[in-house]
């Protein structure tokens, strides 16, 4: 039962170095539209491939163990490639700050004027590109130069008003 535990989490660990290997060529594909819908559909892919292969190692213990583990391994493998998901790639394309230390590095001398900077920083962009993804999600309509929520859009943003205010932010 050892080499089957051993077995078991060496898959999910290979699947999920597997996974960080092809995602950025699956980004930049941009194959299914936004960010978020092509992170989602790999890690599913990948979960698929990592309880197939949980199955074929474990089945010959037991078939009960085999459809067990796999079942385990797929809801494991998309509960930690999301998380992933969440914390690093998007955390990465939304962040302002690390905008800043990216725009900084950039300059001849890792330093830009206050006044300066501020000037360079273009929010518009940032705002276009979010709205754009937003109104691809089905969150938001465009009206006669208007911007509306949809009723997807209005459970979302109920959500995460609940969580600022439970989790005591803004």
Do not use: H
Request: include cysteine; glycine fraction near 6%.
């Amino acid at each position: 039962m050892i080499k089957l535990s051993i077995l078991f989490f060496l898959v999910l660990f290979l699947g999920f170095i597997f996974f960080i290997l092809c995602e950025p060529f699956v980004l930049r594909s941009k194959s299914f539209g936004y960010l978020g819908i092509n992170l989602f559909l790999l890690s599913v892919a990948f979960a698929f491939i990592v309880a197939t292969s949980i199955f074929l190692i474990s089945f010959r213990f037991s078939r009960e163990i085999s459809i067990l583990l796999s079942c385990l391994g797929f809801l494991i493998f998309l509960g930690y490639a999301n998380l992933y998901n969440i914390v690093f790639p998007v955390s990465l394309e939304r962040s302002f700050t690390i905008s800043i230390f990216l725009r900084l590095s950039k300059s001849e001398d890792y330093s830009i004027d206050r006044t300066d900077f501020f000037k360079i920083e273009d929010t518009q962009e940032i705002y276009n590109l979010r709205l754009n993804e937003m109104l691809d999600s089905g969150l938001l309509i465009e009206e006669n130069g208007r911007y509306k929520l949809t009723t997807k859009g209005m459970r979302v943003a109920m959500i995460y008003s609940w969580l600022n205010g439970y989790l005591g932010i803004k």
